[in-house]
């Protein structure tokens, strides 16, 4: 049962066929890479090439991008 406030607008929702549950997998894999030390490793030995401007450490960057991978994302250049 559904109920319309018309508080936000109507959105138009496209389902595809893959399945909701591989995703919330993926909070495991980011739970396991982060218990690893991943995160940490990558700061340690990597902060060197940081700018000293940069919002995202190189930790947090190849994390999310094991997380994305493992997730069977892929990027197009």
């Known amino acids: 049962m559904s109920k319309n406030t018309r508080v ?3 959105l138009p929702v496209a389902t595809t066929e893959q399945q909701l549950v591989s995703h919330a997998v993926l909070n495991v894999v980011k739970s396991f890479v982060d218990a690893l ?3 940490g490793l990558c ?3 990597l902060g060197q090439f ?3 401007g940069a919002r995202h ?3 947090t960057i190849l994390g999310s991008l094991a997380v994305m991978l493992a ?3 892929e990027t197009r250049l």
């Open 57 to 59: 450490g190189p930790g």
């Open 8 to 10: 936000f607008p109507l």
């Open 71 to 73: 997730g069977g994302g």
């Open 50 to 52: 940081v700018p000293a």
């Open 37 to 39: 030390g991943f995160r």
């Open 43 to 45: 700061e340690d030995r």
